[in-house]
């Protein structure tokens, strides 16, 4: 085979790689723009910079449409020069600050993936390594790359892509994710979730003993103590980890400071959580909605539980119950575990027997005319006595997200298809203009 031959087909792969690698990247923070500001939050406090949740949504947004809109100009190689000079740069830029959290782990995961590929920063950086390389070699030999659009389109390829991200951004933004990667997602059973198998594996452990000035490791069943007690415990060190429940912890305290999460997952009717990680950040522009559904809960002939679950201090609470009028009783969590909940703030959790038969933005509550068949509906949805799911809603929630994504699909390739059509008939047709001048 010849060099050329062969280089082409090498930075061929790479274009590949590289830009469905980007697109994949890009999609997966478009879908959960909430969790991406959260995440860039964490990495602006690890390096101890200034940032308000404004600038950490902004950077969410454009770090999501900036890496799909380079990824799509890579796969259809329009600026080819200038578009792997970007890539270049930003693998330049990526992989020795994924070094960094590697090894000094300020934050636990570098959140390349959002929440659908959650991987140690270790990974991150080795993942890295050959996206440097290839984004290097497709700079070396960008001109080798096989364009599918004329110069004159380019200007629609790069804008498109970009601005149709940064709207699906804001879809995700406004309404929860099109694809929920949280653990508690609608349909499922919040004590299944938190079960340990019987035979699930352990945690193991390394022991570090020390004698006569001698320091020694040993597994859990060779501790030396129960032989010589002469041996001093000095520390123990995890080396493998054992089975991790979906949902590890989920605790909701009253303001007596008791959890009664159990009494709250264990109701057979159907309870209201109102989700506000920081009441201080909630938005008030569907409080009337809420409201409404706080009194048709205590007024309806079957008492419904309604509570609103926060971590910020009891005068942010006495603050948002004067400013909206709120009468509802309040539970305090973590605020890891109620964002963890949902990507909404405030956001409403209906569930049944621990399960959780509906996620509602603030934005999609709903509103009186709709809300007493919302929730009949809701409270009539069979539960599998095995697992405790909601079969039907889990059927019904993908069959919504299918159509979703088709739509998506659709939205974005279906115009880029287009142009692509006027664009080769125009060029041929110039082609065509410019072959009969050279004749006559």
């Keep these: 085979m010849k060099k050329e031959t062969v280089i082409k087909v090498l930075v061929e792969f790479c274009r590949l790689l590289v830009g469905a690698t980007f697109v994949f990247s890009g999609l997966m923070k478009a879908i959960d723009p909430v969790g991406g500001a959260i995440k860039m939050g964490e990495y602006l406090s690890s390096f101890g910079m200034n940032h308000s949740i404004l600038l950490d949504n902004i950077l969410s947004f ?23 000079i970007c890539v270049l740069l930003m693998m330049c830029f990526m992989t020795p600050l994924t070094l960094y959290l590697a090894i000094f782990n300020p934050v636990a995961d570098c959140g390349c993936f959002g929440d659908a590929i959650i991987i140690s920063n270790w990974a991150t950086f080795f ?31 790069v804008l498109f ?49 020390e004698k006569d000035g001698v320091k020694k490791e040993f597994k859990i069943d060779e501790l030396p103590v129960s032989q010589d007690t002469t041996w001093k415990y000095v520390d123990s ?33 159907l309870t209201f959580l109102l989700i506000m990680p920081k009441i201080e950040e909630a938005s008030d522009l569907h409080v009337e909605r809420i409201n409404r559904i706080y009194e048709y809960s205590v007024e309806s002939d079957v008492k419904m539980p309604f509570y609103a679950v926060t971590a910020s201090a009891p005068e942010a609470i006495e603050e948002w119950k ?45 509103e009186e005319e709709k809300l007493i068949e919302v929730i009949t509906k809701l409270d009539s949805s069979p539960i599998n006595e095995t697992d405790g799911s909601a079969p039907e809603i889990i059927a019904e929630k993908k069959k919504a997200e299918n159509i979703s994504w088709l739509r998506i699909f659709a939205g974005f390739t279906l115009p880029l298809l287009l142009i ?21």
């Design 62 to 84: 454009n770090l999501a449409s900036i890496e799909f809109t380079l990824g799509i100009c890579l796969l259809l190689a329009v600026y080819r020069k200038l578009v792997s």
């Design 237 to 269: 060190k995890l080396i493998k980890e054992g089975f991790i429940p979906v949902v590890s912890s989920f605790e909701l305290y009253n303001k007596n400071e008791k959890n009664i999460a159990d009494f709250i997952l264990s109701q057979p009717r």
């Design 127 to 157: 993942k890295n390594i050959p996206l440097l390389a290839a984004s290097f070699f497709i700079y070396l030999y960008h001109k080798r790359l096989t364009t599918f659009f004329s110069y004159r389109a380019y200007w629609f390829v």
């Design 322 to 366: 004067s400013n909206s009028g709120a009468d509802y009783p309040f539970l305090t969590a973590d605020d890891v575990q109620l964002k963890s909940m949902i990507r909404s703030n405030p956001g409403m959790i209906v569930l049944k027997n621990g399960t959780i038969l509906a996620k509602w933005h603030h934005n999609d509550i709903p």
């Design 161 to 209: 892509p970009y601005f149709f991200c940064m709207a699906f951004c804001y879809e995700n933004f406004s309404h929860l994710p099109i694809k929920d990667f949280l653990p508690y997602k609608v349909g499922l059973n919040i004590p299944k979730l938190m079960e340990i198998p019987e035979d699930a594996p352990q945690d193991e452990y390394l022991f570090v003993y």
């Design 420 to 440: 692509w059509i006027i664009d080769f008939f125009r060029d041929r047709h110039v082609r065509k203009k410019e072959r009969l001048q050279t004749v006559s």
